[in-house]
């Protein structure tokens, strides 16, 4: 089953527009990640937060947590063709012991139009 | 270092058949795992495999199963294929012992038909 749900399920912008993707989780977590999927190929890990921090920054990507919604989102600054992807968000599902199992979400669909 | 390497990327089976899956993680990675996903239900866990044990698995039939060998390269293995196994499997390999970063291989897509 899958933690949660993304929205929205697709967004077309225009390239330097802001692109602003939502996660929604069920079960609490030890952390949050998000990742990009181009084209059905292998997925690219882009940023992890954990469940103590509120926001953080890498690049042009910001990701906030809030685990009393359970809610993350990820926006992505001054888009580039580059970006169109598919991106999600993925969870621990907070089990407390020793694993790397991802639980993930349905995913964003990204179009970035030059 | 080389990424995750799954083999090989493109596979086409028939109903019945049974298939097998590579992957070799990134050198000094010991966690292995694999996802099954399809547009249908998305990306779903498979399984685990840490040196060279099945910590953690999903919930699929048993007709998929895997294991992992001493040089941390991992197989998955499914029987008597059905049409709804067709879709893309990956493997992601991790540095650490738990609920860390997973590097994705590029993803072996099956067929069955």
């Known amino acids: 089953s899958q933690q949660g749900e993304e929205d929205p399920q697709a967004l077309s912008i225009q390239e330097g527009e802001n692109a602003t993707m939502n996660c929604s989780y069920k079960t609490s977590i030890n952390n949050l990640q998000w990742y990009r999927q181009n084209s059905g190929r292998g997925l690219v890990h882009l940023i992890l937060?954990?469940?103590?921090?509120r926001e953080k920054h890498s690049g042009r990507l910001r990701v906030t947590l809030d685990t009393s919604k359970k809610s993350s989102s990820l926006l992505i600054t001054a888009s580039r063709a580059a970006d169109t992807a598919s991106y999600f968000c993925a969870t621990d599902g907070g089990y407390g012991g020793a694993t790397n199992k991802l639980i993930f979400g349905t995913g964003t669909l990204l179009a970035v139009q030059p | 270092k080389a990424g995750v390497t799954q083999t090989p990327r493109y596979l086409i089976k028939t109903r019945g058949q049974q298939v097998t899956l590579s992957c070799s993680p990134i050198?000094?990675?010991?966690?292995v795992s694999w996802y099954q996903q399809t547009p249908g239900q998305g990306l779903q866990f498979l399984f685990e495999?840490?040196?060279?044990?099945?910590?953690n698995k999903g919930n699929f039939p048993g007709r998929f199963s895997g294991r992992q060998f001493s040089n941390s390269r991992s197989e998955m293995n499914v029987s008597t294929l059905e049409l709804g196994d067709s879709a893309l499997y990956l493997c992601a390999s991790s540095p650490g012992t738990a609920k860390n970063i997973q590097y994705f291989g590029a993803g072996t897509r099956l067929s069955v038909l």
């Open positions: 937060i954990r469940s103590n921090e």
């Open positions: 495999y840490f040196s060279e044990t099945q910590r």
């Open positions: 050198s000094g990675h010991r966690s």
